[in-house]
């Protein structure tokens, strides 16, 4: 990225430095070739879409990739939320900083998992990114081209809320995308914005390859009663109107939810919260397999 943000017109970026975090330039949407030979190792790549945010987008995402990792596959983790990121969050990886060799960005790796986010890049945990749109899709193609992602089963990319910039720019340059995972709460609220992330994607072109049902109810660690409070069954509803595959509910956890906040990743999660993510990450492996066998 340069000095002065072209895209911005007052010429800031970040809130402390008053420049971005990288070399980025205004990505060109016509010339995706290094893109495509970057990436040419990664076998799926899926993108993790929400129609709104506090849905717990991120914490799906960063759930799947590890227990992907947790299951054997070489994983990578990106997160394109340029102006809210949370996975290093998630992961207590505030302070670490990627690595660069031959002009290539290496990830930041906690255990088998690597993982890239613009947070690696800002000086303090605290600075904001003022970009406009353009400058957010040449961070995204730099993340994409850049990175030394290497040999992988699977990229999982977290995306910001919305049909905006960043999820557009992620499904226009990813070559041979598998698809998307689409995440809701329950709630009437939240599954309406359901509807325009699919439509979001079949205007793109792009696969869909099922909705999870976030937040879908809670159980009481201590009488193991399951209380709905945002109701439950509306992802499930959705994705029959929609007709797209249902991957799963995921109950609230108190554990997983403290462990995630206090930048443990997934060390709290338990053995009936590791069964809700093996079950839907089965049922997403079996979809990418339906989809490769119908093409």
């Known amino acids: 990225m340069s000095e002065e943000c072209k895209a911005c017109s007052s010429r800031t970026c970040s809130s402390a430095e008053k420049k971005?975090?990288?070399?980025?330039?205004?990505?060109?949407?016509?010339?995706?070739?290094?893109?495509?030979?970057?990436?040419?190792?990664?076998?799926?790549?899926?993108?993790?879409?929400?129609?709104?945010?506090?849905?717990?987008?991120?914490?799906?995402?960063?759930?799947?990739?590890?227990?992907?990792?947790?299951?054997?596959?070489?994983?990578?983790?990106?997160?394109?939320?340029?102006?809210?990121?949370?996975?290093p969050v998630i992961f207590g990886l505030h302070d670490e900083k990627p690595a660069f060799e031959n002009e290539r960005i290496i990830p930041v790796e906690i255990g088998d998992l690597k993982i890239i986010s613009t947070a690696f890049f800002l000086k303090s945990r605290t600075d904001s990114v003022i970009w406009r749109g353009p400058m957010k899709a040449g961070i995204i193609k730099q993340f994409l081209q850049d990175v030394e992602w290497g040999e992988l089963d699977y990229l999982i990319i977290d995306s910001p809320p919305g049909t905006g910039d960043e999820p557009?720019?992620?499904?226009?340059?990813?070559?041979?995308?598998?698809?998307?995972?689409?995440?809701?709460?329950?709630?009437?609220?939240?599954?309406?914005?359901?509807?325009?992330?699919?439509?979001?994607?079949?205007?793109?072109?792009?696969?869909?390859?099922?909705?999870?049902?976030?937040?879908?109810?809670?159980?009481?660690?201590?009488?193991g009663k399951n209380t709905e409070i945002f109701k439950t069954g509306g992802g499930r509803r959705m994705a029959e109107l929609e007709t797209v595959p249902f991957l799963g509910a995921i109950p609230m956890n108190l554990s997983l939810m403290a462990s995630?906040?206090?930048?443990?990743?997934?060390?709290?999660?338990?053995?009936?919260?590791?069964?809700v993510f093996d079950e839907i990450m089965g049922n997403l492996e079996?979809?990418?397999?339906?989809?490769?066998?119908?093409?």
């Open 20 to 87: 971005p975090p990288m070399n980025a330039v205004p990505a060109n949407h016509d010339d995706n070739s290094g893109v495509g030979k970057a990436m040419s190792g990664i076998r799926h790549k899926i993108v993790v879409l929400s129609g709104k945010g506090g849905v717990g987008k991120s914490t799906v995402a960063a759930a799947l990739a590890w227990r992907f990792s947790a299951n054997g596959h070489k994983v990578g983790l990106l997160d394109t939320d340029i102006h809210g990121p949370s996975i």
């Open 168 to 223: 557009l720019s992620v499904c226009q340059m990813i070559p041979d995308a598998d698809g998307a995972v689409v995440v809701t709460t329950p709630q009437n609220l939240s599954t309406a914005d359901v509807h325009r992330s699919i439509d979001f994607c079949r205007k793109l072109k792009f696969p869909i390859l099922g909705i999870v049902e976030n937040m879908s109810g809670f159980i009481c660690p201590h009488c």
């Open 260 to 275: 995630c906040d206090d930048g443990r990743g997934f060390a709290g999660m338990g053995a009936d919260a590791a069964g």
């Open 286 to 295: 079996k979809n990418i397999q339906k989809r490769r066998q119908q093409k």
